[in-house]
């Protein structure tokens, strides 16, 4: 096909999408349809895979559209127009998944009462593998089983063709899909409650790794990617700062060990644009690395707490500070991203508090190694219910390869030396209940802690802030390795922010209570020795 001029399309101009919330409200119901004919883990697959290849269509038929109108300019003849409609290149050049006819919506939803819907779907999710070699191995083929209620399957089409993934001059359709694909996975996990953890962590705890370690540009890592959650935050936080044609200026990898985890998150990086390596196949870190040479800038992950019977091998070279116990894998996490970490990496890594100050099958030697090798650069104590699929408190750590002044990946220099230093922050009291049983950083809390270990380590963004470090009662302290030492290399940051200082009206407030509840203690023990004498005056008439 001869090189054609291209013209820019008025979005404007573009039919406009249903918003995330009408397609969230569709799409709920469309998951009802199946919730009571198969567990949730399979319905998940149903429904975003679904999802999946509506959006693939309507971006498809968007594109069609504006290409159709860009020929109509040119003056292109009409007998030529199948020509360029049908060019791939005029697709794929933009970003956009090459559809064949068989597998647009339009023909899946003409052929959805037809009886072998089923069928359709899954000859659908071939064609579009095929012909997209990043999809290949990732959409779900599972519509034609015998199992699944042919009759619900076609209600279910009949719904999701009433949702529109098409752009709007405000919200382009990639990012109207990743809004209502995250959504969803949230939704999902809160449905599979333990198990949804997984392959789900709580949009703020992503978004506080990410801000904390800012990965503006290099390589991110993800040892335990679910389903991709890390990759996209940091994909927001580029576009955020630095607009949207900056998003390729990290390299994403990952691996993920549950086959269905890992589709979800070749999709969910799919649907956001963001080209990742999440190897060629699921697969078990520790017994099968996937990338075994990699040396990231960024490690970010949350990895299952306190897994047993993990795949232990007593000599891996990644056991550099010590060999982690058979009964639990948490020093194993820890030391295989810092073997993954590149000369001036840093990693955030969500665990149990109990890393903190576990003695336990040699974890308190691997902690002091860390410490003493000074590896750790700041711990974070996260408060409670954040995570609805487990009731095990967590925390942050933050690892950084160096501490030294031009140690931070991406700046000339940090004005501050904190060699010998890990930074503390108790962010316990912090959040906001959604629910009774959710709770959720607030922008305000991500900002104050993120704002923190940036002013402690002298980032640009601190400079740029007008921000300046002081460790803070109650909330933060910056504590020397000797310091650490003496607290027997117990991580918890309460151990050193110490208690709010109490203002001088406060002061005079729990004086007074104190006195107020002391009288009326005394008042209850009176009309204790009354009660008491009164019972042994009755007791004393039994007895006569």
């Known amino acids: 096909m001869p090189p054609r001029k291209k013209k820019p399309v008025d979005q404007a101009e573009l039919f406009t999408a249903s918003t995330p919330k009408e397609i969230q409200a569709i799409l709920w ?3 009802d349809k199946l919730r009571g004919s198969m567990d949730a883990n399979q319905y998940k697959e149903f429904v975003l895979g679904l999802i999946f290849l509506k959006y693939v269509s309507d971006a498809f038929e968007e594109r069609r559209e504006q290409l159709a109108k860009e020929l109509a300019e040119e003056g292109i003849a009409e007998d030529r127009l199948d020509e360029f409609l049908e060019d791939q290149d005029e697709y794929t050049g933009h970003h956009v998944f090459w559809v064949p006819e068989s597998a647009r919506w339009s023909s ?4 959805a009462k037809s009886g072998n819907v089923g069928e359709v779907l899954d000859q659908a999710m071939d064609a579009i593998m095929k012909a997209n070699p990043s999809l290949i191995g990732v959409l779900p083929k599972i519509f034609n089983k015998d199992n699944v209620d042919k009759k ?10 009433d949702a529109r993934f098409g752009g709007s001059d405000d919200k382009p359709a990639q990012d109207v899909l990743g ?3 995250e959504y969803f996975l949230g939704n999902f996990a809160r449905a599979e409650g333990k198990r ?3 392959f789900y962590t709580p949009s703020s705890v992503v978004r506080l790794l990410v801000e904390v370690l800012e990965p503006y540009e290099g390589r991110v890592y993800d040892p335990a990617c679910g389903s991709g959650g890390m990759f996209v935050q940091a994909a927001k936080f580029i576009e955020a700062h630095r607009g949207r044609g900056h998003k390729s200026d990290i390299s994403v990898y990952g691996q993920e060990l549950n086959e269905r985890t890992w589709r979800l998150a070749k999709m969910n990086l799919a649907i956001h644009g963001i080209d990742g390596n999440l190897a060629a196949r699921w697969g078990d870190t520790f017994a099968d690395d996937k990338h075994p040479d990699l040396k990231a800038d960024y490690v970010m992950a949350n990895p299952p707490f ?6 232990r091998n007593e000599s ?3 056991w550099k500070y010590g060999v982690p116990p058979k009964s639990n894998a948490n020093y194993a996490w820890l030391q295989h991203m810092i073997s993954k970490l590149g000369e001036r990496g840093t990693a955030g890594v969500v665990l149990a508090n109990g890393s903190m100050s576990s003695q336990q099958s040699g974890e308190g030697e691997i902690r002091q190694a860390l410490v003493d090798g000074d590896m750790v650069a700041c711990m974070v104590a996260l408060p409670a219910q954040l995570f609805r699929t487990t009731a095990i408190p967590a925390c942050l750590w933050f690892l950084a390869k160096d501490k030294s002044p031009g140690g931070v990946k991406g700046q000339k220099a940090a004005a501050a030396d904190r060699r010998g230093e890990i930074l503390f922050i108790d962010a316990r009291g912090m959040g906001e209940m959604v629910d009774r049983t959710e709770r959720v950083l607030t922008d305000a809390d991500l900002a104050k802690i993120a704002g923190t270990y940036h002013a402690w380590r002298g980032t640009t963004s601190a400079k740029d802030a007008g921000e300046t470090y002081a460790d803070v009662p109650g909330f933060c302290a910056s504590a020397d390795l000797k310091t650490v030492q003496e607290h027997g290399y117990v991580l918890t940051p309460g151990r050193y922010v110490g208690a709010v200082e109490a203002e001088e009206e406060d002061a005079e407030a729990v ?7 002391t009288t009326e203690l005394y008042e209850l023990f009176d009309k204790s020795d009354q009660l008491a004498k009164t019972v042994r005056e009755q007791l004393g008439k039994i007895d006569d």
């Open 179 to 181: 809004e209502v694909y």
């Open 316 to 318: 891996d070279p990644r």
């Open 108 to 111: 899946i939803s003409a052929n």
């Open 511 to 517: 004086a007074e209570k104190i006195s107020r509840l």
């Open 29 to 31: 119901k469309a998951a």
């Open 152 to 161: 619900r399957l076609a209600e279910l089409v009949d719904l999701i063709t």
């Open 306 to 311: 306190n897994i047993k019977d993990w795949a």
């Open 196 to 198: 949804g953890g997984e």
